[in-house]
């Protein structure tokens, strides 16, 4: 439920467990109990632990029926996972095969002929709250501290995660900074819109159709899972898929397999997902419009980017930010006095994070090397302060000029409404000859150095003829 622009829920939530200050993890002692390497006992300090006959596993088995690649331990917030890696002669414990078990107590497993005992224990860890930036989102506000924190935490790990947050706040900039965060990060980010596609193109999309499976299938295609396997998913606007295809999707990630629309057979991938949505899925789920048994698949770690108006003591850090990454297109760096932050801090920012930039951008361009109240009022279409209600008049100063000229060739000024697209459409330009450069032409760097949506930037390319 909401109340008002607030969910009721904490910001971030573990298993279902509002976070407090410290986070209950789990830790790990392996020790091998029969074979040439009886006795070793390891301590495990990392969240991720392979064992097999691979020299780069973490417990090398001198074992000839046990796999290169055998099984490996896996700490995911307060649990801890067994699962078997492919594993010709199998990982078993209490007797039966398991692929994917979570341990919740000290347990003896065998891989191929070797048996292990795994001693579990749990023990309080601090979440250190100092961090202001992670990726690209940065702010000092306490809420978005608590989301920094548990990343640190969470991001090396394969834990589901959701992040619930309106439309702006920078869900696909934190998934992207997760991912390079993850042991995963060399292996694909695959994004995915759920809100793009009807509920019938959501099964080839995802996992994939075979060459002449349905009308129009005039090719075979990979699935976002299959081009992701090993990497991560990130689903986008997880709130609007189809109910219908919902119990096909939780239980391919429940298995770990799919099969391509018009296949015979079934393949395993091994995929992280991420989601992202700006609806309330505790809503959804009450109206029958999402499942609650994927809610509790997929929200192992929920949490809640903040709208920039519950952060408006951030303003002057993003700004900084913004102003430092235009620097080099600009050739030189804006500065922003007080006047315009407090004017930026008295404002609702219905567009949040992507609003603030897209202003900052503009008078960065228009402004000449100082950003002023007067501009950043006309913008946001709000009275400047008076000096009277505690912000403190500015100096007297030229009013800002402009790099691009504003008149025609006959002397006479330009309409407002033309000299001002004339001077973002020069800005833009040069702005997109820059980042190109800077990424070596690379497309898709460039448009996530840019946060615009690939499509959109591809069709900015084609308007300034840089398409080559």
Not at 324 to 342: E, Y
Request: contains cysteine; glycine residues 8%; charged residues 30%.
């Amino acid at each position: 439920m909401r109340t008002g622009t607030h969910y009721e829920h904490p910001t971030v939530e573990i298993a279902g467990q509002p976070l407090g200050e410290a986070l209950e993890v789990q830790s790990f002692r392996v020790e091998v109990l029969d074979g040439e390497e009886a006795g070793q006992r390891i301590e495990v300090d990392k969240p991720v632990f392979l064992i097999g006959t691979d020299p780069l596993c973490d417990l090398v088995l001198p074992d000839r029926t046990a796999s290169r690649r055998h099984c490996e331990l896996r700490v995911e917030g307060e649990v801890l996972r067994l699962v078997d890696r492919g594993s010709t002669n199998g990982t078993w414990l209490d007797g039966r095969r398991v692929m994917e078990v979570t341990l919740e107590q000290s347990t003896t497993l065998r891989a191929g002929s070797t048996h292990l005992r795994v001693s579990l224990e749990r023990e309080l860890q601090a979440l250190p709250r100092d961090r202001t930036r992670y990726g690209n989102i940065v702010g000092t506000s306490p809420a978005l501290r608590d989301v920094f924190a548990i990343l640190d935490k969470v991001a090396p790990t394969d834990l589901a995660l959701v992040i619930e947050g309106e439309t702006g706040t920078g869900k696909e900039l934190i998934v992207r900074a997760i991912h390079e965060a993850s042991r995963r990060a060399r292996r694909p980010l695959e994004v995915f819109d759920c809100s793009a596609f009807p509920g019938t193109l959501l099964e080839s999309e995802l996992f994939g159709h075979e060459k002449g499976s349905f009308s129009g299938a005039s090719y075979t295609h990979k699935g976002v899972f299959e081009r992701a396997d090993g990497g991560t998913v990130f689903l986008d606007e997880l709130g609007e898929m189809d109910i219908e295809f919902q119990a096909k999707f939780l239980r391919a990630l429940e298995l770990g397999e799919i099969r391509r629309v018009g296949g015979e057979r079934t393949q395993r991938v091994d995929v992280r997902v991420v989601a992202a949505t700006h609806r309330n899925l505790e809503e959804l789920i009450q109206q029958g419009r999402f499942r609650q048994d994927l809610f509790y698949r997929l929200a192992k770690v929920r949490f809640r980017l903040p709208p920039l108006r519950e952060r408006l003591e951030d303003i002057p850090l993003l700004c900084d930010f913004f102003l430092d990454q235009l620097a080099p297109a600009l050739g030189s760096r804006p500065t922003i006095t007080p006047g315009a932050l407090a004017v930026m801090q008295s404002y609702a920012w219905p567009g949040n994070i992507r609003e603030l930039r897209n202003i900052v951008e503009r008078a960065a361009t228009l402004c000449e090397g100082v950003i002023h109240t007067e501009y950043i009022a006309a913008e946001l279409g709000v009275e400047p302060p008076h000096p009277s209600r505690g912000v403190a008049a500015e100096p007297a100063e030229p009013p800002p000029t402009f790099r691009h000229t504003l008149e025609s060739p006959e002397g006479d000024l330009l309409p407002l409404r033309e000299a001002k697209d004339q001077l973002v459409s020069e800005f833009e330009r040069h702005y997109l000859e820059r980042l190109l450069e800077k990424h070596q032409q690379n497309i898709s760097a460039a448009a996530r150095e840019a946060d615009v949506d690939r499509r959109h930037f591809y069709r900015l390319l084609k308007k300034y003829g840089l398409m080559k």
